[in-house]
């Protein structure tokens, strides 16, 4: 581009995202192709090969991601948890040993307890917030520390940079799922993680129509390493879908701005109702976290839980009663969202260390007028 540029909405916009050569398109094309042609054999005419390796529309894609977050290799996936299994599989082999938060997102845990377990990996559940446990948990075979941050779903916040500290004593990886505070909100890379996580299937896509992951390495030697995993085992970003994330990270500070406000307004109204017993939310100077998310966040994000006095069945019926908060899973985009974990989102952990509580009920905060939203959770709590 010729011109040093810095401020995050602007990387959002153009990083990556040159216009097209040969029509001069603002917005870079999707290329739906399989095979390029080649001049000669081992002569690459634009360096691409075949659209597992790499295509035009995903490198435009993974350029973005990587300048968003601060990295020198961005890698966009099928999903989240491709992105997940392709850096654990990468970074580790059987008989070694990662540290997962207790209360990790139950896809996490299921990829870990389900399908990793069964190849051999290694993992404890450990209170991230607790750095004396999770010094403790460390063995000499421990090659990662993952982290969530805030946690899903119940808002719980790790210091990423006194774990990335602890990780690198113990010559181990540092992970950040950032899902939940987007890279508009958190930065994890410049706190000391090794690696970013993301599904962009929730704010970074922002509009609940396409499912991605992402993984952004700090380090060039390290995404090398993962950029060769990416296309060995294949979990790969199709054109249509880095395209759709594309599109979606242009308005991502525009978006996680209504994003918090709303939430805020939306923790005033759940303080003040007395059928709720807790509101989950960093922001709140009575939350564990709060000095930390403080520290490391900008804002504190469009996720709120909350626990109710009804237990159970009231907040299955809460979720049931709602008009303008959709009833689903996922989250972070711009409608509002309402569900269980217990039953739905969470579902894979019941029975284990990582159960959630049976009265809990998450909200995704939209970016819908506020007001509206503060009627609908008005008469579905009751009285």
């Known amino acids: 581009m010729g011109v040093m540029i810095e401020g995050f909405e602007t990387l959002a916009i153009h990083a990556g995202q040159e216009a097209d050569p040969r029509t001069g398109a603002v917005v870079p094309p999707i290329y739906a192709v399989s095979t390029y042609k080649q001049d000669g054999v081992g002569g690459l005419r634009s360096g691409y090969e075949y659209s597992r390796s790499a295509n035009p529309t995903r490198t435009a894609l993974?350029?973005?991601?990587?300048?968003?977050?601060?990295?020198?290799r961005g890698l966009a996936f099928a999903s989240g948890l491709a992105a997940e299994d392709t850096l654990l599989r990468g970074v580790c082999g059987p008989g070694d040993h990662v540290i997962i938060p207790d209360d990790a997102y139950g896809g996490t845990y299921r990829l870990f307890a389900k399908v990793l377990a069964r190849w051999g990996l290694h993992y404890d559940p450990v209170p991230l917030g607790d750095l004396e446990a999770v010094r403790a948990a460390v063995r000499p075979d421990t090659k990662a520390i993952?982290?969530?941050?805030?946690?899903?779903?119940?808002?719980?916040?790790?210091?990423?940079?006194?774990?990335?500290?602890?990780?690198?004593?113990?010559?181990?990886?540092?992970?950040?799922d950032n899902t939940f505070a987007?890279?508009?909100?958190?930065?994890?890379?410049?706190?000391?993680?090794?690696?970013?996580?993301?599904?962009?299937?929730?704010?970074?896509?922002?509009?609940?129509?396409?499912?991605?992951?992402?993984?952004?390495?700090?380090?060039?030697?390290?995404?090398?390493?993962?950029?060769?995993?990416?296309?060995?085992?294949?979990?790969?970003?199709?054109?249509?879908?880095?395209?759709?994330?594309?599109?979606?990270?242009?308005?991502?500070?525009?978006?996680?701005?209504?994003?918090?406000?709303?939430?805020?307004?939306?923790?005033?109204?759940?303080?003040?109702?007395?059928?709720?017993?807790?509101?989950?939310y960093p922001g709140l100077a009575g939350h564990p976290g709060h000095e930390v998310a403080a520290k490391q966040m900008r804002r504190f994000g469009g996720m709120?839980?909350?626990?109710?006095?009804?237990?159970?069945?009231?907040?299955?019926?809460?979720?049931?009663?709602?008009?303008?908060?959709?009833?689903?899973?996922?989250?972070?985009g711009?409608?509002?969202?309402?569900e269980h974990p217990g039953r739905m989102t969470h579902a894979s952990v019941a029975g284990s260390a990582?159960?959630?509580?049976?009265?809990?009920?998450?909200?995704s905060v939209g970016v819908e007028t506020v007001s509206d939203l503060l009627g609908d959770l008005t008469q579905a709590l009751g009285s």
């Not at 990582?354 to 909200?363: F, G, H, I, K, Y």
């Open 62 to 72: 993974e350029e973005c991601l990587a300048a968003i977050e601060g990295g020198t």
């Open 304 to 332: 709120v839980s909350f626990r109710v006095a009804g237990g159970e069945a009231e907040a299955v019926e809460i979720c049931n009663r709602t008009k303008l908060f959709t009833l689903g899973e996922s989250l972070g």
């Open 182 to 280: 987007s890279p508009y909100l958190q930065q994890p890379l410049a706190l000391g993680a090794d690696v970013v996580v993301h599904s962009t299937t929730k704010y970074v896509g922002g509009h609940s129509d396409v499912v991605g992951g992402a993984l952004v390495a700090r380090d060039r030697d390290l995404g090398e390493e993962l950029a060769y995993h990416q296309n060995a085992m294949g979990a790969v970003a199709g054109p249509f879908d880095a395209w759709l994330t594309l599109r979606g990270i242009k308005t991502l500070a525009l978006r996680m701005e209504r994003h918090c406000d709303n939430a805020e307004r939306v923790v005033d109204l759940l303080l003040s109702h007395p059928r709720v017993t807790e509101v989950l």
């Open 334 to 338: 711009v409608e509002s969202l309402i």
């Open 354 to 363: 990582l159960e959630v509580p049976p009265d809990l009920v998450r909200l």
């Open 146 to 176: 993952w982290v969530e941050t805030p946690t899903n779903p119940l808002l719980g916040i790790a210091d990423i940079e006194a774990l990335g500290s602890i990780a690198h004593e113990a010559d181990a990886l540092l992970v950040v």
